[in-house]
C-alpha cells in the first residue's frame, strides 16, 4: 500500500490542510515573534533589534491600561463560569436520563440561547439591568450573559457522556448496597470524571475569551478580552503583541495543566493497579 | 424431599405499557438448586430475573425469598446478588476494590474488607490478579472477579444474567464446570438465564423454558428432554421430531429413538419420504428425511449402524420408531 502513488487529489487536500494550519497559526506566531521588538521597533516588519522592553512595559499601568485589574477578574469570571457550568450541565445531564414531563420544550429553552447572536444576548442583558435599576457588573451581569453560553455547550456535551454510559454499573452499584448518593460517588462521578474535567476547561476557556457577550454587560471594569480591545484602539506600540502572548502563553498552560493532570491520573491507576 | 423454597414467584406479571413481557408466571425454586430459566431472546426470561434482582419493578404478583415477600424491597435487601452480562466491574477500582465494593457501601473498614475481598478472590482464583484493572483481564477473568464481588455480600440466592455468552466455548466449557461447584460448594440457589439450552442440560437441577412470557415447562432436565410438554419445548430443545396429530396435539419423539428402514418394510408406526440430506458427525449419521406428509423429520443413527446400511440422497426410505418413545405434546 505505502509504495502506491498519491493521487492529485491528495496533494490538492495536502496543500488546503497547509493553508489551513498557517491561518491558524500564522497570525499568533506573527504576534509572538513582534513582541519581542527591540525598544525602538513598530507595529510591523522588519525588527528593530529584539528585546523584553514591551514585556516590561506591560506591567506598567499607565502605559497600557489596567492589565492586570482585568486579568485578575477574567481569571476569577473564569474559574465562576466554570464551576457553575460543571455543576449545572452535570445536574442537568442526571436529570436528562431519565424522562419527565416537559423535557423536550425545556431542552429547546435551553440551547435556543446558542442561536441567538450573541451581541443580541448582551444588548438585552444590559438593557434588564438598566431598566431594573441593577448596575452591570462583570461579576453580576456578564457572569451571566456568559452562562447562557456555557451552559448550554455543558448540557450537549453531558448528553454525549451520558449516552455512551453503561446504566448496569449503577445497578451493580445499587445491587451491592450503595445508596444514590453513594453511587453518584463512587461509582458515576469517577467513571465521568475525564468529561467533566473537559466540561470546565470548555467552560473556562469559552468565559477567559468570550467577548460580545460580555460587551456590553461588564459594566465599569473590563475583563480582558474587552479591555484588549480598548487597547487595540489607542495603543500603538508592540506592547499589545506582549499582551497578546503572554495571554496566549497563559491559556496554553491552563490546557497543559489540565492535560498533565488527566496523565497523572491516568499514570496513579495504572501504577496502583501494577 | 426439601419443602422450603429458596425462590417463589406467584402470580407474576410485568407490563411495560400495553405490551407483556412476563405474563402471571408461578415459579418455585427449591433451596440449593441451579435453577436456568431457558428460551429464545424476547421471551421474558432476562426481566424474570431482574424481578428478582429488584433491578425491575413487579407490576403484578409477588416475589418471596426464603418465605420473605421482597416484592418492594430494594436489590440490597432481598438476600440476592447479581452478576450482569457485561460483569459491569467498575472500570476505576483494581480488582481489589471493585470486590470489597459491596462491603464498603456497608461500612466495612478498609483493612477487614481488604482482607474479605481477597479471600474471596481466592474462591474464584483470582488471587494473582488482585492489583489489576478490569480492562486489564480477559473475559473470563473478569468474569470471575464479577463472581467474586456478587458472592462477598453472602446471598442466598445469586442471580447470573447470560454469564458464559460472552466467553469463547474453550473457556464456556470450563467456567460451566466452575459455576456448578461453586453452587455445589456454597449451598446457595443459582439462577441462571441462557438461551442455550446444552447450558441448560449440563447445568440445571431445574430447568424453566419461558417463551412468550409465559412458563411453557418446568422441571428437571431429563424430564424436560424426555417429556416435553410442548411442540415448543421439543423443537427448542433440539433432537426431537415433530409428528402432527388430530386434536391440537402433536407427537414427539427424540431424533436418536427413530430408525431407518427400507421403503417396503412393514413398520409401524412409521413415516415414508425421500432422504433428503446426509451429514456424518462423527459419533453418529444425521439423516434428514422430507416426508409424504409434508413434515421434515431427522434420524439420528449411530454411525456404524448407518454404514451397514447406507442410504444415498435421493432414496425413498421409512422412518420408524417405537410407541414407548413418542409422547403427545400441546401444538404451539
Known sequence: ?274 | MSTRFDVELIAVTKRYGPTVAVDNIDLRIPEQSYCCLLGPSGCGKTTTLRMIAGHESVSDGDVLITDQNVTNLPPAKRGTAMMFQNYALFPHLNCVDNVAFGLKMRGVGKAPRQAQAHEFLGLTQMTAFADRLPSQLSGGQQQRVALARALITKPKVLLLDEPLSALDPFLRGRMREELKRLQSELGITFIHVTHSQEEAMALADLVVVMEGGRIQQADDPRHVFDRPKTAFVARFLGGHNLVPRDGGTELAVRTDRCRLFAIDETVEPSLSGAVSAIEYQGTRVQVTLDTDLGVRVVSHLPDEEFYVHPFHIGDRARLGWSHADAHPVIAN
Open chain 1, 1 to 274: 500500500m505505502s509504495d502506491r502513488k498519491r493521487t492529485a487529489g491528495f496533494y490538492l487536500l495536502a496543500g488546503f490542510f497547509g493553508l489551513y494550519v498557517l491561518f491558524l497559526y500564522g497570525p499568533t506566531i506573527t504576534i509572538a515573534v513582534l513582541s519581542f521588538q527591540g525598544p525602538n521597533g513598530g507595529l510591523t516588519f522588519p525588527m528593530n533589534g529584539h528585546s523584553l522592553h514591551w514585556f516590561a512595559n506591560l506591567f506598567q499601568p499607565q502605559m497600557v491600561g489596567d492589565f492586570g485589574g482585568s486579568l485578575e477578574r477574567s481569571l476569577l469570571l473564569g474559574a465562576m463560569v466554570m464551576a457553575t457550568t460543571v455543576v449545572v450541565s452535570l445536574a442537568a445531564g442526571l436529570a436528562y436520563r431519565k424522562r419527565f414531563k416537559g423535557d423536550t420544550p425545556l431542552f429547546y429553552l435551553a440551547v435556543a440561547s446558542l442561536v441567538v447572536p450573541s451581541i443580541l444576548v448582551s444588548l438585552g442583558i444590559g438593557l434588564m439591568f438598566g431598566q431594573s435599576g441593577l448596575d452591570t457588573a462583570w461579576y453580576g451581569s456578564a457572569y451571566g450573559a456568559q452562562l447562557t453560553w456555557t451552559l448550554p455547550f455543558g448540557l450537549l456535551i453531558m448528553f454525549a457522556v451520558f449516552s455512551r454510559f453503561n446504566p448496569s454499573y449503577e445497578e451493580a452499584a445499587r445491587d451491592l448496597g450503595a445508596s444514590p448518593w453513594q453511587t453518584l460517588r463512587h461509582v458515576v462521578l469517577p467513571i465521568i470524571a475525564p468529561s467533566l474535567l473537559g466540561v470546565a476547561l470548555f467552560g473556562f476557556t469559552l468565559s477567559y475569551d468570550e467577548f460580545a457577550r460580555t460587551l456590553l454587560t461588564a459594566g465599569e471594569d473590563n475583563t480582558l478580552p474587552l479591555e484588549i480591545y480598548a487597547m487595540t484602539t489607542n495603543i500603538t506600540t508592540p506592547v499589545l503583541y506582549a499582551l497578546g502572548t503572554l495571554t496566549t502563553a497563559f491559556s496554553f498552560v491552563v490546557i497543559g495543566s489540565c492535560i498533565a493532570a488527566v496523565l497523572i491520573i491516568q499514570r496513579r491507576r495504572a501504577r496502583r493497579a501494577a
